[in-house]
């Protein structure tokens, strides 16, 4: 099968199809509710809830001749879409991934075969195009075989680039990608708004952790004193927040200047990196032993969390991180357990 | 920066050359370049690349590739583990690629 070129016209259509009512419009530009919605799903705020309805849509004055693109019904896939879009008379053909952007629902098989070719029959699409091309965004080939999609709606699948920004260059090089369009790239700028994702994603896992260390701080050869847990709580809380950040944070951004391949190593030296700075200025720990318990809990949480990351880089295999956690998570348990091991032990000095 | 690489010598992708009718799927599909075309057949000069997303096998009309398709996250591989399942997406990353 080859990847057909230039036979797609996108000048403005000569057969305009009657848009009737059960052909919804849209519009090129986002408003500032679209922005601001954006914003609210990074950090966790509807982000199960941030959907399309399903189905065909109209952008500009699409007709019989126009181009047809397939995107996920998570609103911020379809408004990346649309604003890439804008100026054009096209169809947009969302699909219903449950509220899940392309790469990850194709992933789950939401965004696949069996529901491009559900849509493609329930929107009449042989109806409203003549040509009998679509265009799916690259990621989506995850879950899409274009050949199966061929065979049983007759629509051949055109796979465009990877981001949507790459559109129009797509269009006037005859329909076709180039490598450029073709890579996934995982810059400092997207690896900086994943953060926040990331914060939300693990805020229990650390206000958990926070709870359990000051619980034991109240510890000691007199039994269990409170006093003793806010004499100690603000250092804990440092501490704990110290190699959050260095697993969640630095790591992430400072990813490919961080030596070893491994996520869990890489978050390990930063943690341990951050110890010693924290060492340095008197912050870890009262005693030796305490400071030498902190000393391995500290990377633990850089590391434990670091390696959370694979799943939102966009080169880790899953064979990858299997072999990488084979040794991660025996590693990290016992580190942990010497760690806490060792503080408790502290108190009682 | 280009071409960050995971570990090596890992991925399970596999390709049946002999088979290949040279169609370029594979390459048109691949976020990381894994594949070339030689002598009108695809080969795979770039293994260590390969993030085993599964879309080369999927889209082969031959049949003739062959990976252990999943989604490489720690995460996953926790729930999958604590579930009892194969490794799956809680979908909580976003990656925001319409």
Known sequence: ?349 | MDTIIYLKNVVTLQLDREKCTGCRMCIAVCPHEVFEIIEKKAVITNQDRCMECGACMRNCPEGVINVNAGVGCATAVINGFLKGTKPECSCSCEKNIP
């Not at chain 1, 181009?67 to 053909?93: C, E, P, Q």
């Open chain 1, 1 to 349: 099968m080859k990847i057909s070129k230039g036979n797609m016209i996108n000048t403005v259509p000569t057969v305009l199809v009657p848009l009737t009512s059960t052909i919804p419009r849209t519009s090129g530009k986002l408003s500032f509710k679209d922005v601001l919605g954006a914003i609210k799903v990074r950090w966790g705020i509807r982000r199960n809830s941030y959907t399309v309805d399903p189905g065909l849509y109209a952008i500009g004055k699409p007709g019989s001749l126009s181009d047809v693109f397939v995107t996920a019904n998570y609103k911020l896939s379809f408004d990346t879409l649309r604003k890439n879009l804008d100026g054009l008379d096209a169809w947009i053909l969302i699909l219903d991934t449950k509220g899940i952007n392309v790469w990850c629902a194709a992933g789950k098989g939401t965004f696949g075969t069996a529901e491009l070719i559900h849509r493609i029959e329930k929107a009449s699409l042989n109806e409203i195009v003549t040509h009998k091309k679509i265009i799916v965004p690259q990621l989506g080939a995850v879950g899409v075989a274009a050949h199966e999609v061929k065979k049983h709606s007759g629509f051949s699948v055109i796979y465009g680039p990877v981001r949507a920004a790459d559109i129009k260059n797509f269009i006037s090089a005859g329909y076709k990608t180039d490598k450029k369009m073709r890579r996934v790239k995982f810059t400092f700028p997207d690896r900086l708004k994943l953060v926040p994702v990331e914060l939300v994603n693990a805020k229990y896992w650390l206000i958990g952790i926070l709870i359990a260390i000051l619980f034991l701080s109240g510890l000691s050869k007199k039994g269990f004193l409170i006093d003793l847990i806010w004499l100690s709580a603000w250092h804990t809380m440092i501490t704990v927040a110290a190699g959050f950040l260095s697993g969640a944070v630095l790591t992430p951004l400072l990813l490919p200047a961080i030596p070893f391949r491994s996520f869990s190593l890489k978050g390990a030296i930063v943690g341990l990196l951050t110890s010693v700075i924290l060492y340095a200025r008197n912050y870890l720990g009262e005693n030796v032993i305490e400071s030498l318990g902190w000393f391995f809990m500290l990377p633990v949480i850089s590391s434990y969390l670091a390696m959370n990351f694979t799943g939102t880089f966009t080169y880790t295999s899953l064979s990858g991180v299997r072999k990488e956690m084979r040794i991660a998570v025996p590693v990290q348990i016992i580190a942990g357990l010497s760690g806490l091991t060792l503080y408790v032990l502290s108190q009682f000095l």
